[in-house]
């Protein structure tokens, strides 16, 4: 249903929650909703959250001090936990599961039945595919086939195989094919290869930051 902050004020309070008896929508008196929201039935939202402009599918929960930026979509089924940052434009889809402090920047999508453990981000415009866990991204990822895990400085390990990411970039599509990876896997790991590569170039930018200061 679409909403505004001015229609939920209307909704009775119950124990600090504005709640829509016939949706089953439960949104503490603390969340800021800019400009209209479509809420499915049957969420919460809890205390301190900001959502702006945005559809949150049936059947989520969002907890604490979470934001929820506008444009975003948030499927069916989906946790999302406390102090959570989800930029503008991103794409969640249903039953995925974001556990506390995570971050993503904009325009992420992400698959169906996905779960991001603590303190897992995701950067700009990064697609990530159905069935994935990320733990404390990007340092592991479960894939469809194997998973990916860095095993030393700029080493990654993707099943039994174990190279330097330049490696990885410049053989992916070979390697791929000497494990059986249809052309769909193939690029599935392209991309996680793509998001380590990112995550390296980070912390040697940090590195050269810390020499120069």
């Known amino acids: 249903m ?3 902050q001015e229609i939920v ?8 929650y504005h709640i829509h008896e016939k949706a089953n929508i439960k949104i503490h008196q603390s969340v800021l909703i800019k400009n209209n929201c479509s809420i ?23 907890e604490a001090d979470s934001t929820i930026a506008k444009h975003c979509f948030v499927g069916k089924h989906c946790q999302i ?12 889809r249903d039953h995925c599961t974001i556990l506390d402090g995570c971050f ?46 860095w ?10 195989e174990r190279h330097d990411i330049e490696h990885w970039k410049a053989n992916f599509t070979k390697i791929g094919k000497l494990n059986d990876y249809t052309p769909e896997q193939i690029d599935e790991y392209k ?15 940090k590195k050269k930051r810390q020499i120069i200061y």
Request: hydrophobic share 30%.
């Open 2 to 4: 679409e909403i505004t």
């Open 9 to 16: 004020r209307s909704w009775p309070i119950i124990y600090g």
């Open 40 to 62: 499915g039935e049957n969420c919460t939202i809890d205390h301190g959250c900001i959502i702006d402009h945005c559809v949150i599918s049936n059947d989520c929960s969002i």
């Open 81 to 92: 936990g406390l102090c959570c940052k989800i930029g503008e434009g991103c794409s969640i």
């Open 104 to 149: 993503f920047g904009l325009d992420c999508s992400v698959g169906e039945n996905c779960t991001f453990k603590m303190g897992s981000k995701m950067l700009d415009g990064y697609v990530l595919d159905d069935n994935c866990t990320i733990n404390h991204s990007p340092l592991y990822i479960q894939g469809s086939r194997h998973t990916c895990l």
């Open 151 to 160: 095993t030393g400085p700029n080493e990654l390990a993707i099943g039994c």
């Open 191 to 205: 991309r996680y290869i793509d998001l380590f590569a990112i995550d390296t170039s980070i912390t040697r930018n």
